[in-house]
């Protein structure tokens, strides 16, 4: 079974930063496309930047210009950095294969919450 486990986040204040990792078990991540994914309090859960087995990269638009998805194959790892947080960026984040995959439980998430 593939697991997926997040971590990097924190307690920030505007404008500050932090850097998310994704660990996923196996090989999987160099075969699909990944995403990082968010929900905020009372709010559906949105993927908000994503890489393709090209490279490629998409980003909601509330985030471009400000995060950076990237990905280690040799390690299985995800990254999402994420510059000049801002309050509306609080959520739990989690990755996932873009689609999320089939099969596999979601992680438990990590939480970022941006607050003066």
């Known amino acids: 079974q593939v697991q997926l486990v997040e971590s990097g986040g924190g307690l920030v204040q505007p404008g500050e930063s932090l850097r998310l990792s994704c660990v996923v078990s196996?090989?999987?991540?160099?075969?699909?496309?990944m995403g990082w994914y968010r929900r905020a309090p009372g709010k559906q859960r949105e993927l908000v930047a994503g890489?393709?087995?090209?490279?490629?990269?998409k980003y909601v638009a509330s985030v471009k210009g400000r995060f950076t998805i990237s990905i280690d194959r040799t390690k299985n790892t995800l990254y999402l950095q994420m510059n000049t947080l801002k309050p509306e960026d609080t959520a739990v984040y989690y990755c996932?294969?873009?689609?999320?995959?089939?099969?596999?439980?979601w992680g438990q998430g990590t939480q970022v919450t941006v607050s003066s």
């Open positions: 890489i393709s087995r090209s490279g490629s990269t």
């Open positions: 196996g090989s999987i991540s160099g075969l699909y496309s």
């Open positions: 996932n294969g873009d689609p999320p995959f089939l099969s596999t439980p």
